[in-house]
């Protein structure tokens, strides 16, 4: 089971006993609300505080930052194709606080993915995950940056 309080088009869910134990706060941001559904339910039970943002905003990179996240997942086509989800991370690195937070980049575009993994891998702080995906292809990408010790958090 999940609390979650909804603040406009975001959502905060944290799993039962999460709070204190040093759980991963994870955001998640997607245009689709089956997605951010699913993928809410799948870290439900690996018990993380996760933000849900509907991909749809304007102030998208704001949304991010009050979530104050140590992993970030977006989806590669997020927005339009002069502010896609990579972009996105771009700027967010550029925010103070933010530079070295992770990030799984989602897509189905395997194309487009293929042409960033020069990029991904150079930052040592980001990954791709092609859609569809499996339960454990995400949890993996996911616990690749927050088993880390001491993973950063965008403050």
Do not use: Y
């Not at 039962?16 to 609300?33: E, F």
């Not at 304007?58 to 140590?70: H, K």
């Not at 925010?95 to 020069?118: K, R, Y």
């Amino acid at each position: 089971m999940t609390w979650g309080v909804p603040l406009g088009a975001l959502h905060v869910a944290s799993a039962p006993g999460a709070k204190g134990m040093g759980m991963a706060r994870l955001t998640i941001v997607n245009d689709s609300p089956e997605l951010l559904d699913l993928i809410g339910e799948i870290l439900e039970g690996d018990r993380h505080v996760t933000t849900l943002i509907d991909g749809n905003q304007d102030d998208l990179l704001q949304r991010i930052c009050r979530s104050q996240p140590e992993l970030l997942v977006i989806d590669l086509g997020q927005g339009d194709d002069a502010r896609n989800g990579w972009g996105l991370v771009q700027e967010l690195r550029g925010v103070s606080g933010c530079e070295e937070i992770p990030v799984v980049l989602c897509s189905a575009d395997i194309l487009a993915l293929n042409e960033l993994e020069p990029e991904l891998k150079a930052t040592n702080r980001a990954a791709a995950l092609r859609l569809p995906f499996e339960v454990d292809e995400l949890l993996q990408a996911i616990h690749r940056f927050i088993d880390r010790q001491e993973a950063p958090r965008c403050s």
